[in-house]
Nanobody, 126 residues
């Protein structure tokens, strides 16, 4: 069984940086795309960044464009999210997700993804 395990969440001050990691382990899973979602209290889970696994095409939500960078290491089967210039409104639980198919691009809905990590908390203090 494939598992996704996120790490890197923390408490940071406004303007700080964090790098989240998502490591895939277990049985080989044909990954076509991966994404980072976040969910703040009382809000829906939203896609903030996604990447086509083999060709590296990326997508960013407007709220994080020019601040966050998604990347992947195909050899290590690890997804990253570099977050710079963090703001209090970035506070949320961050989830990585993997998709075994491409239905369209970008795939922005949680239902587009097949596997999920357990989430990691990012808190940005003002």
């Amino acid at each position: 069984q494939v598992q996704l395990v996120e790490s890197g969440g923390a408490l940071v001050q406004t303007g700080g940086s964090l790098r989240l990691s998502c490591a895939a382990s277990g049985r080989t899973f044909s990954t076509y795309a991966m994404g980072w979602f976040r969910q703040a209290p009382g809000k829906e889970r939203e896609l903030i960044a996604a990447i086509r696994w083999m060709i590296g095409i990326t997508y960013y939500a407007d709220s994080v464009k020019d601040r966050f960078t998604i990347s992947r290491d195909n050899v290590k089967n690890t997804l990253y999210l570099q977050m710079n210039n963090l703001k209090p409104e970035d506070t949320a639980v961050f989830y990585c997700a993997a998709a075994g198919r491409i239905s369209r691009w970008p795939m922005t809905r949680p239902g587009d993804y097949d596997l999920w990590g357990q989430g990691t908390q990012v808190t940005v203090s003002s």
